[in-house]
T-cell receptor, first 114, second 112 residues
């Protein structure tokens, strides 16, 4: 069983640039969620994709967007980067969009915006 | 914004002692989950308790849920140095599917 993998592990960008983060789901999982975790804080929900469609979004501006592909892998895109976007971005996969479904997290991408 | 609060923010104990972490939340839930995070890495699911359950065990972990008080606790018995990590509670809402709302976490340090 392959776990959740994220790439890259670290990334440094300049304010105003755009970034794409990638995630491969655990095998058999069809739901992907993205979370942002600032230093010393708990993860905050960005959005969730189920069968290639966004089916939930947190309090993040439209410059945060995503995709889910037919193989259930996913991308998180952030445009017009701001300094406050510096954080650990976590991808999590799960089976279905049902309740009571534990999330399986990758090790995250550490994004630094300068 | 975070919908839950965890208490304490930091906890330091000796190996062999028990560690108790508490979590409070404000709105109704479908389930409550606990996760562990080692420094700078991904979160690992520990245990899930449904809103109609009051207590659940998994190995050295014991979780309780009191929906009338909107609170939960995680007890780690006979702690080990390897238990050193941040622990987060996460609320699964009644209408949010598998979306979770995390608390701020408790940093647990177990001294050998």
């Amino acid at each position: 069983e392959t776990g959740v993998t994220q790439s890259p592990t670290h990334l440094i960008k300049t304010r105003g640039q755009q970034v794409t983060l990638r995630c491969s789901s655990q095998s058999g999982h069809n739901t992907v969620s993205w979370y942002q975790q600032a230093l010393g804080q708990g993860p905050q929900f960005i959005f969730q994709y189920y069968r290639e469609e966004e089916n939930g979004r947190g309090n993040f501006p439209p410059r945060f967007s995503g995709l889910q592909f037919p193989n259930y892998s996913s991308e998180l895109n952030v445009n017009a980067l701001e300094l406050d976007d510096s954080a650990l971005y976590l991808c999590a996969s799960s089976l279905g969009d049902r309740y009571n479904s534990p999330l399986h997290f990758g090790n995250g991408t550490r994004l630094t915006v300068t | 914004s975070q919908q839950g609060e965890e208490d304490p923010q930091a906890l330091s104990i000796q190996e062999g002692e028990n560690a108790t972490m508490n979590c409070s939340y404000k709105t109704s839930i479908n389930n409550l989950q606990w996760y562990r995070q080692n420094s700078g890495r991904g979160l690992v699911h520990l245990i899930l308790i449904r809103s109609n359950e009051r207590e659940k065990h998994s190995g050295r972990l014991r979780v309780t849920l009191d929906t009338s008080k909107k609170s939960s606790s995680l007890l780690i018995t006979a702690s080990r140095a390897a238990d050193t990590a941040s622990y987060f509670c996460a609320r699964g809402g009644e209408t949010s599917g598998s979306r979770l709302t995390f608390g701020e976490g408790t940093q647990l340090t177990v001294n050998p």
